[in-house]
């Protein structure tokens, strides 16, 4: 049986070498190429014809999310797995909306990720145990965000809810400091933390969601 072909893109050289060497004397596969950015495994994917490509996100001139994107439009078929150390929620959500067969962390065992090449080259999904909540959390938050409001509200504190009142309602920070009876300090520190947890990143966001959902009102 021949063994599955590998194309390797990171821009850590190092780290490729020693992937390259990983898989083709403990794994037994035939790794066909190495890459150091996103449009040079487009390049290669598309010359080579790997069975598989194990992608970093981040690399220079297209990351490795644009690049799956690219390949996976001419390609379908293509299997790609993507490995990095990334594990924020936005990484593991493009890389899968970008049509990547799996996203293991590069803190991965060997024989870990030896199993996940063999099941990816056979079609199938696969999804770091670790990374597989924050992907169903937000599953779930697009299927059923009024749910998810519900959870951000019960994730407030009475005091974050009070601030946020006030500042719906069109107060700013000395203000909201001199209704509460509280340092303007301890109000921005609130405020930082309500930001946080209603995934916002301004006062008009918050504002907004707070009247949303009854926090506050213009009355």
């Not at 590069?106 to 597989?132: C, N, W, Y």
Request: charged residues 25%; proline residues 2%.
């Amino acid at each position: 049986m021949s063994s599955i072909r590998i194309l390797i893109a990171d821009d850590h050289r190092l780290f490729s070498q020693s992937l390259r060497e990983l898989c083709v004397t403990k794994g037994g596969f035939e790794v066909v190429g190495e890459a150091q950015n996103g449009q040079e495994v487009i390049e290669l994917a598309q010359r080579l014809q790997p069975d598989v490509i194990l992608m970093d996100i981040r690399m220079p001139e297209m990351d490795g999310v644009q690049a799956t994107r690219s390949i996976r439009k001419s390609d379908p078929t293509m299997r790609i797995i993507v490995l990095t150390m990334h594990q924020e929620d936005r990484y593991i959500l493009d890389a899968i909306d970008a049509g990547a067969y799996g996203y293991l962390l590069k803190s991965v065992d060997a024989q870990e990720l030896f199993a996940a090449i063999r099941i990816v080259h056979h079609g199938e999904a696969l999804l770091d145990p670790a990374m597989t909540l924050k992907v169903l959390d937000e599953i779930r938050r697009r299927r059923n965000p009024d749910t998810v409001e519900q959870g951000f509200l019960e994730d407030l504190t009475q005091g974050e809810k009070d601030v946020l009142r006030l500042v719906a309602q069109g107060l700013d920070n000395g203000e909201v400091a001199v209704q509460l009876h509280l340092a303007e300090s301890t109000i921005a520190n609130r405020l930082r933390d309500v930001y946080q947890k209603l995934n916002v990143t301004n006062r008009t966001q918050a504002a907004l969601w707070a009247l949303r959902n009854g926090v506050a009102s213009l009355d």
